[in-house]
Every structure is written in structure tokens, then in C-alpha cells.
């Protein structure tokens, strides 16, 4: 099982104190590809961030070694805490997402991968993010051409500054 952006959708995350039942999940990486931020888009109550990776546990369902005690309402972080990092949300959830002050939603969207970039001549546009099985890293930009061919970019191959200034 791959851990990917569009698989952590409508999903019950188990953490270390016990579960959050999310509608979406949106890791945030920096600039190294390191996963430091997790948004929790809850059912029923304002999203939340945790400051620790998602990983696929032994049953198959997302699994956090944090306490979900340990998450903050996302409303209560800096906007610009987000500047240097990125997500990817194909469905541009944070655009109509409930609880959330203008400035925090705008940096949020700010950081969403999801736009068309181009590497040599060729433009791409993401499809997917894959992450290693700790969560912990981006595995791969998986993004399609004109033509809809796929091609996985990893940390050596895509300069995110470049690609998503």
C-alpha cells in the first residue's frame, strides 16, 4: 500500500492518546522534502495541525506516533509559518474550508502545489504526492504532461522553489 495525497481522503487517523475522523489530510513539507506539519480537516469541528508526519500503520489505516491532545486548531497558527512550506491539495479544499480566518486560508492556498510548472520545456501538472512508508519524507512528485504521461520527480530531479515559486 502507497502512502499518497489522494489516498488520505475520508480517513479515521489513529493516534498515540486515540482516533480523529478526517475528511481530508494534508501533510506539509519544506524545502528538503521533509514532512513537519499535518493538517486534520475533521468531521464536525475545525481542522487541526500536527506537528508530526502521518505513516500507514500495521492495519492498513494512517497512524500518527503524536497525540491527537497534541494538535492545535489550525485558526491559532501564524500565516506566516506556512511561507516556506508546501502541500498538495488536487481538490482545493482550503479554499472553502470552515473555522478558518482569511489570512490562514490564503497561506494555506499559497502553498498548494496543485497548478501547472514546468521543467525544461515541458509543463506539468501534479497528480499525486507520494511519501516514504515513515511519513516522514516526500517519495515523489507524481505529475502528468500534455500527452498524460506520468513522471515521478524525487527531491534531486525538481527544485521546488523553481517549480512552485
Request: charged letters at 25%; hydrophobic letters at 40%.
Amino acid at each position: 500500500m502507497e502512502l499518497t495525497q489522494r489516498w488520505l481522503v475520508n480517513r479515521t487517523v489513529r493516534t498515540a492518546d486515540g482516533e480523529i475522523l478526517t475528511k481530508y489530510v494534508f501533510p506539509f513539507w519544506d524545502r528538503e522534502w521533509k514532512v513537519v506539519l499535518t493538517l486534520l480537516d475533521r468531521f464536525g469541528a475545525p481542522p487541526e495541525m500536527l506537528h508530526a508526519p502521518i505513516h500507514i500503520g500495521a492495519k492498513g489505516q494512517p497512524e500518527t506516533r503524536a497525540k491527537g491532545s497534541e494538535a492545535v486548531l489550525l485558526n491559532t497558527l501564524e500565516p506566516g509559518s506556512f511561507r516556506e512550506l508546501f502541500h498538495f491539495d488536487p481538490w482545493w479544499v482550503s479554499r472553502g474550508i470552515g473555522g478558518v480566518a482569511q489570512e490562514i486560508r490564503e497561506a494555506v492556498i499559497e502553498t498548494n502545489i496543485a497548478h501547472p510548472f514546468h521543467v525544461g520545456k515541458v509543463s506539468y501538472k501534479v497528480h499525486d504526492v507520494e511519501f516514504e512508508t515513515s511519513g516522514e519524507r516526500v517519495k515523489a512528485i507524481v505529475a502528468k504532461d500534455h500527452l498524460f504521461k506520468v513522471r515521478r520527480f524525487s527531491a534531486g530531479e525538481l527544485n521546488l522553489d523553481e517549480a512552485f515559486p
